[in-house]
């Protein structure tokens, strides 16, 4: 197999994104988790890159990394969290379950993966790079998509009210 | 694919915003001393031109203490997490169209991507970590409070910045900074440089506000406002570390007033150019200079208002950003659109 | 399209190298002196009390889902933009219902007071 500029950077980060991600479940400190987690977000990003999706990388930097983990960090803060060990579950019936859980996920993705002959797309599409633009999500996203899209700010409503009420019983 | 061309814009760009902000760090004191009736530095070098020089000289000796309860390693990240963002957001700025150098035509910016005004946005959403973990890592109070007033201060203003963006957007029709610029280069009516200035006045405004406060410059630079916060977020830096705070906040106002002059002030076009017979070369050498002109007047309108305006207490700052800025740039974004679908 | 990124992995590269080196260069050659006082944290000249690392107010929590929810509506506005021309006055009033729908939750928020500092 050829090793293209394309292939080393698959590689490179994917092996940075399992490698982070392990990180986040692994660290004590759970700003640390956090720092890792945007490390994940990033490597990401730069998978959609390879994928030629450039909005949808610079979304996920904006979105997750930008937005979503602020939040985290603040309620990280906000709760003052420390260590993990003062956290950790005394019952490990619970540990059991989620090991066997994953354990399960991940003989499910074997199995889709090598044995039940699943056709994968093994090259991107002809049109990759120009359904990744800007310009080709807004002309879909406000024609075949419109109703899903609309339908988002329902969605986001309901998220305005839930934030609200539940930070409310402080406010007052 | 050629790698040289790019690493040597790298360096440049590296290069160029270390000699700019030393520049811009004496200027801006000797512009505070005129305004405030005193002398400012003037004995390193001629007319103290230096003194920016031996300040980084001396920082860049000086003892780097992390405090007992910090923690270390990220207190070691955060200025880098500020530099690092500050530093790259400039990649994807254009300043000139292209240019024959040493025998091929150069383009005069670094990266032209299809989502170009978003990565500038997703680096802006970057540097609030940086401050938020300086002041959490230094484990002090004044940090700590600094550091979450700030990231509480930046992500409110990322939202009217965003939304004063669309208003350009709407009417360049691409994220790309240099279609952004060619698209101003038209005229209204015949004699009017189509400057998004002239088409979005609100818009305008609004950023100009936004940027202000993502810069933390006065009037809201209440990440460290001395009388209540000592230093805010880096009150427990010391050294160069404290220094790349300093630094990445010059960096930012550079780049800040870079952007405004490319989305509004019609970047590095210069009006009525083409009528003037020059050839491609010289054409593009006064774009360059162009650029460099406007986005100096935009600096020393930062550094002006900075020594002439009060600070805001913080409570009306969270009011200014999200009762009035927000509802104002999504009212002009509005009308704008409304504007644009029923006369085209 | 990937290579035209490239510049841009060598910027962010290159001004992370750059941050990296100040940081590094400074603990290298400044000196280390390190003595109770000096590694305490400040406080105003008095002995640290307690950890800085308390619980705060509620409101940042506030302040940081708003801009999460905002964020998305901005997000969804660019690709909008950018394809408006082709879009027309449909594309308008599409976008006008979305941002009512999302204005009802604005003046909700205003008025259950989450936005208020005092």
């Known amino acids: 197999m050829i090793m293209t500029f394309e292939t080393v950077l698959f590689y490179f980060l994917a092996a940075a994104s399992i490698a982070s991600a392990v990180m986040v479940i692994t660290r004590r400190s759970p700003v640390m988790s956090v720092l890792f987690l945007i490390v994940n977000f990033f490597s990401l990003a730069g998978l959609y890159l390879t994928l030629h999706a450039q909005f949808i990388a610079v979304i996920q930097i904006i979105v997750y990394a930008g937005a979503i983990m602020v939040l985290f960090l603040f309620v990280i803060m906000l709760l003052n969290l420390g260590d993990e060990q003062r956290l950790a579950e005394r019952i490990s019936y619970k540990k059991m379950i989620a090991v066997g859980l994953s354990f399960a996920v991940l003989m499910e993705v074997l199995y889709v993966v090598a044995y039940s002959g699943t056709e994968f797309p093994t090259k991107n599409l002809e049109r990759a790079v120009e359904i990744g633009t800007v310009e080709y999500i807004g002309r879909e996203l406000f024609t075949t998509f419109l109703f899903p899209f609309e339908i988002t700010s329902i969605l986001l409503l309901a998220a305005i009210i839930g934030a609200v009420v539940m930070a409310k019983k402080k406010i007052d | 694919m050629n790698l040289i061309e790019p690493l040597v814009k790298v360096v440049l760009i590296l290069a160029v915003m270390l000699t700019l902000v030393i520049l811009l760090v004496y200027s801006e004191r000797r512009i505070s001393a005129f305004i405030q009736n005193r002398i400012g530095p003037n004995r390193v070098g001629p007319k103290g031109i230096l003194q920016a020089v031996a300040d980084v000289v001396k920082l860049l000796m000086k003892e780097d203490i992390v405090p007992k309860n910090a923690n270390k390693p990220i207190h070691d990240l955060a200025p880098m997490i500020s530099i690092g963002v500050a530093m790259s957001t400039f990649a994807v700025i254009p300043i000139g169209g292209t240019m024959v150098l040493l025998g091929q035509s150069v383009r005069l910016m670094l990266a032209d991507v299809n989502i170009g005004i978003l990565y500038i946005l997703a680096l802006t959403s970057m540097g609030v970590y940086g401050i938020t973990l300086a002041g959490w890592s230094s484990n002090s109070k004044y940090s700590l409070l600094g550091g979450l007033r700030s990231s509480a201060q930046l992500i409110s203003y990322e939202l009217s910045m965003g939304l004063s963006i669309v208003g350009v957007l709407l009417i360049a029709g691409t994220l790309q900074l240099d279609g952004i610029v060619q698209a101003q280069s038209a005229y209204i009516g015949g004699w009017l440089p189509a400057w998004n200035v002239f088409l979005q006045p609100v818009a305008f405004v609004t950023f100009v506000v936004s940027a202000f406060a993502e810069t933390n410059r006065l009037p809201f630079d209440l990440p460290e406002a001395e009388p209540e916060l000592v230093g805010g977020y880096h009150t427990e830096y010391s050294g160069l570390k404290f220094g790349l705070f300093m630094l990445s906040e010059y960096v930012n106002l550079v780049v800040a007033s870079a952007i405004i002059v490319t989305l509004f002030l019609g970047g590095y076009s210069v009006p009525f150019a083409e009528y003037m017979n020059l050839s491609a070369q010289t054409v593009s050498l006064i774009q360059v200079l162009t650029f460099c002109v406007k986005t100096a007047g935009v600096i020393l309108f930062f550094v002006v208002i900075r020594w002439t305006l009060p600070r805001f207490r913080y409570d009306q700052l969270m009011d200014l950003g999200w009762k009035v800025m927000l509802p104002i740039a999504l009212a002009n974004l509005v009308v704008t659109g409304f504007i644009l679908a029923a006369f085209s | ?118």
């Open chain 3, 1 to 118: 399209m990937l290579e035209s990124y490239i510049p841009i992995f060598m910027m962010l590269g290159a001004a992370a190298l750059f941050g990296l080196v100040m940081v590094k260069l400074n603990e290298w050659l400044g000196p280390r002196r390190p003595s109770a006082e000096k590694l305490s944290t400040y406080e105003s000249g008095m002995e640290p009390v307690r950890t800085a690392r308390e619980r705060f107010s509620i409101k940042f929590y506030m302040v940081a889902v708003l801009f999460i929810i905002f964020d998305i509506e901005v997000v969804f506005l660019y690709p909008w933009a950018v394809a408006f021309n082709e879009l027309g006055m449909m594309g308008f009033v599409t976008m006008f219902v979305f941002i009512l729908i999302l204005l009802v939750g604005y003046f909700y928020v205003w008025r259950k007071g989450a936005l208020e500092w005092d």
